[in-house]
């Protein structure tokens, strides 16, 4: 995909932290004036919160779940700004939304999960942000596809939008784990490497859909250095109308974040920068010994290859597989690899090997019939 350049402001410029880490909260869904001033004006004064977020219209699975309160949460939420100053946040999915949103003075918008899924909506929502100066979040899409996500960040880009950051909230997938939605950290990972100037705020709260996974989680994005944190925070969890299992008190939310180790990407002592230096120099060598070793292997597949295809030899072979997949796991066990790590890595290189093979008949077939044609 060819890629478009993202002109960006830095986020300290709109979004100055008022601690380390930046951090983003507030319910998921605005229901009630009390619980919007209460959760407002009690995260206020954890003097930890550089901005506060509420649903105000929700995307929900079932039309009969709550699908929030739309435009008179708006007004909650303008009165927990005059008594509190934090900048609100608020998600839109909708032109009519955007309107609304700007006409009530809200500071900073996002984008869920299931929007960024669909270009169309992300399309209009853009046409609607078009000559608009606002600060705009877009969460990663709900299926685990970077294009879709760098698609959305390009769209609002090319309206103008210049305050762009992008949330991380985990991805549908299919196998089932600890996550309501699997981090699957090296998407996020690459769009920082692709985008380093967009800012990337992980959002732990739709990663675990559970509280006690929420500190793990959180500590994980800071250690892969990410710009900051969005936490659901409601002042009763419990009595929460969405969300419930993963909302945590402003108290709570307070432990959380005084527990976690903050740290710097460049911030070496010189005698650790140095042997930082040593190491990632063995790493060099090694990587290139890896790719050699690799391309290497894959040579002798070919090479098989070309028998398995003159001798009318299937590629596949199972009982062959099996052996390697058993043989490579006890010694790569041994020597001390982690077990999924192991089975993710023969996996791959299995495949590619099949490919390798099946390039090769395709071709010969290619070959033969065009020497057929010919004749
Ligand atoms: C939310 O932030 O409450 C929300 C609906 O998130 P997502 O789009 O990530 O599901
Ligand atoms: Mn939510």
């Not at 196998?175 to 732990?204: A, S």
């Not at 892969?224 to 936490?231: A, E, K, Q, S, V």
């Amino acid at each position: 995909m060819k890629t478009t350049y993202i002109n960006n402001m830095p986020i300290q410029q709109w979004l100055p932290a008022k601690n380390r880490p930046l951090l983003i909260s507030g319910p998921c869904s605005a229901e009630s004036r009390e619980q919007v001033i209460k959760t407002a004006t009690t995260l206020e004064q954890t003097g930890l919160v550089s901005a506060f977020r509420a649903g105000v219209w929700k995307p929900r699975t079932s039309a009969q779940s709550f699908e929030g309160h739309g435009e008179q949460a708006l007004l909650w939420l303008r009165e927990a700004k005059e008594k509190t100053s934090m900048p609100l946040a608020v998600e839109v999915a909708h032109p009519k939304h955007v309107e609304l949103c700007l006409e009530h003075k809200i500071d900073i918008l996002w984008i869920g999960a299931r929007s960024v899924a669909n270009p169309f909506s992300i399309q209009e929502i853009s046409e609607a942000l078009k000559g608009v100066d606002i600060p705009v979040m877009i969460k990663n899409p709900v299926n685990p596809d970077l294009n879709l996500w760098i698609g959305a960040l390009e769209r609002l880009s090319m309206a103008g939008i210049n305050k762009l950051a992008a949330i991380h909230r985990g991805f549908n997938t299919w196998e089932i784990n600890l996550y309501r939605n699997t981090p699957l950290w090296e998407i996020p990972v690459e769009l920082k490497r692709l985008f380093p100037k967009i800012p990337l705020i992980c959002d732990p709260s739709h990663i675990c859909g559970n509280r006690k996974m929420i500190e793990k989680v959180a500590q994980h994005a800071l250690d892969l250095d990410m710009d900051g944190l969005m936490i659901e925070s409601h002042i009763n969890p419990n009595k929460a109308l969405s969300d419930k299992k993963q909302q945590i008190t402003p108290h709570k939310l307070q432990n959380i974040i005084s527990n976690l180790q903050i740290k710097y990407p460049g911030n070496f002592e010189k005698k650790t920068a140095e042997t930082i230096t040593e190491l990632r120099e063995q790493i060099d060598v090694l990587d290139k010994k890896l790719l050699e070793i690799l391309a290497e292997r894959m040579n002798v597949v070919k090479n098989i290859g070309y028998l398995k295809k003159n001798n009318k030899i299937t590629i596949l072979q199972i009982e062959r597989w099996d052996k390697i997949i058993r043989n490579r796991k006890e010694k790569g066990l041994k020597l001390g690899l982690d077990k999924d790590f192991l089975k993710k890595m023969l996996n791959l290189v299995h495949n590619e090997s099949i490919n390798v093979q099946k390039r090769i008949m395709n071709d010969v077939k290619k070959k033969n019939t065009l020497k057929n044609k010919n004749k």
